[in-house]
């Protein structure tokens, strides 16, 4: 979901291997071969992960890939663990021509192996500087140069059980102090007030961890502590931590910290569904398998719907996540051709199927209303709040997407010291700081675009 890995990984369980048609688009006479025969074409190769269902990935390669009409044959392959598989691959010299990782960040440290190649070039000729919004192609900058494109724009909000919330006469909260007071109430009723576990994917606790910190200290202050002008240390990221520390160790998180590590996503989802949890926050991944728990099919009556994320202020925010990206393998024999087939891909058309078909977020580029036909209007709800935070400029900073890989790593791994209580909050923030020093001075800060 950033599974959550490649999702996060691959959208979930939403079709059942349907088959789209695919967007008839007018290509340019360098993408267009009518007189060859297939075999003829050069071939591309793309990989997909499976590991949490193969529907999602399989819908994409139907509707869109494997009816691509270019200059090319492209060559798709469903594996498990795909990004293990790929990044074993790309140190042994090999790999798919297009190469996807989880994020930003992972595609940084392939580019700085010199794994990945220059797009700079391509975003020229293709023109692609008018396919994404403006800040998009400055996330895949490494030195001055663009080695990767974002592959899936999200953001989290709170979602809870719409029923549940109407029975007992709950308000959904704005601000953060609202949200520990409601926590506390659901929890004194012996309803769980999150549905939250990471059985299947340890970093879902770079979701809380930097959720916290962008809405309790604010984007404002992240985007200092990521550009050097604050610190982690900051009396406003050790509030946002201990409240995510409270809500854990009250057992708010499914009921107690040995809970949150044993329950896989399914549970949790039908934990929320039937009305065992109250809320979960989540991202925009959710909704590929999340609305599936809920209604009579799944044997039950209640409806959800989702609020921003409570903050401090109560004024409403929305963290940026990129939850994927795509390249082109360095060692590619094909590079020309993997450069048009992705101005393909990210065509409106395909973004659009690949959406309201597949159930796949958006990478950002824009799609008109009129192809969004059949979205859950919860789900274009959600997009267009992220979409006008981000035209404004006026968004917040998911750590997948902007914070250093090791930085990342580290607050993933250590706040479950933390949470056992064996590392204080301000340890765990020096930590974080200490490690973002270092990854700094050796210049490996991921591009932040200024606000």
């Not at 009556?301 to 994320?309: E, F, G």
């Amino acid at each position: 979901m950033k599974t959550p890995l490649e999702s996060h990984i691959s959208r979930r369980r939403l079709l059942q291997g349907a088959a789209v048609a695919a967007p008839a688009l007018a290509l340019p006479l360098s993408m267009r071969s009518p007189m060859a025969r297939a075999q003829d074409k050069p071939e591309i190769t793309m990989w997909f992960d499976t590991t949490n269902g193969p529907e999602t990935a399989q819908c994409m390669v139907d509707g869109v890939i494997s009816t691509y009409p270019g200059d090319a044959t492209v060559k798709s392959t469903l594996q498990a663990n795909n990004w293990d598989a790929t990044r074993t691959a790309l140190s042994g010299g090999e790999g798919p021509d297009i190469i996807g990782t989880p994020g930003p960040s992972f595609a940084f440290e392939l580019a700085q192996a010199g794994q990945l190649l220059a797009l700079d070039g391509y975003a020229q000729s293709e023109n692609w500087s008018q396919t994404f919004v403006p800040w998009a192609l400055s996330l895949g900058l490494v030195d001055g140069k663009l080695y990767s494109v974002p592959n899936e724009v999200e953001t989290l909000v709170l979602y809870y059980n719409k029923t549940l919330f109407t029975e007992k006469g709950w308000t959904v909260p704005t601000t953060m102090d609202e949200l520990m007071t409601l926590s506390q109430t659901i929890d004194d009723a012996g309803i769980i007030p999150f549905a939250h576990g990471n059985q299947e994917w340890r970093p879902a606790n770079e979701w809380f961890v930097g959720e916290f910190m962008n809405q309790v200290a604010g984007p404002a202050k992240v985007y200092a502590a990521l550009t050097g002008t604050a610190k982690f240390t900051d009396p406003e990221f050790v509030e946002a931590i201990t409240d995510l520390d409270t809500m854990q160790k009250n057992g708010w998180f499914m009921g107690g910290l040995d809970r949150y590590y044993t329950t896989t996503f399914a549970d949790a989802n039908a934990a929320l569904a039937e009305g065992k949890a109250a809320m979960k926050i989540e991202g925009t991944w959710w909704m590929s398998d999340g609305p599936a728990f809920w209604g009579a099919d799944a044997g039950n009556d209640n409806d959800w719907d989702w609020a921003p994320v409570p903050s401090k202020d109560g004024q409403a925010k929305f963290d940026l996540g990129i939850g994927s990206t795509q390249s082109i393998n360095a060692k590619s024999k094909y590079p020309d051709q993997a450069a048009h087939f992705l101005t393909y891909f990210y065509s409106a058309d395909s973004q659009a199927t690949m959406l309201t078909s597949c159930g796949l977020a958006p990478a950002p580029v824009p799609i008109p209303e009129d192809q969004l036909t059949g979205l859950d209007p919860r789900h274009a709800a959600i997009l267009a709040e992220l979409n006008k935070a981000s035209a404004a400029n006026n968004y917040g900073y998911t750590t997948w997407t902007f914070f250093p890989p090791k930085t990342e790593t580290y607050l993933i791994e250590t706040i479950e010291k933390v949470w056992a209580g064996d590392m204080t909050v301000e340890e765990y923030l020096k930590g974080i700081q200490d490690q973002f020093d270092q990854e700094k001075a050796a210049g490996d800060i991921p591009p932040i675009p200024a606000r």
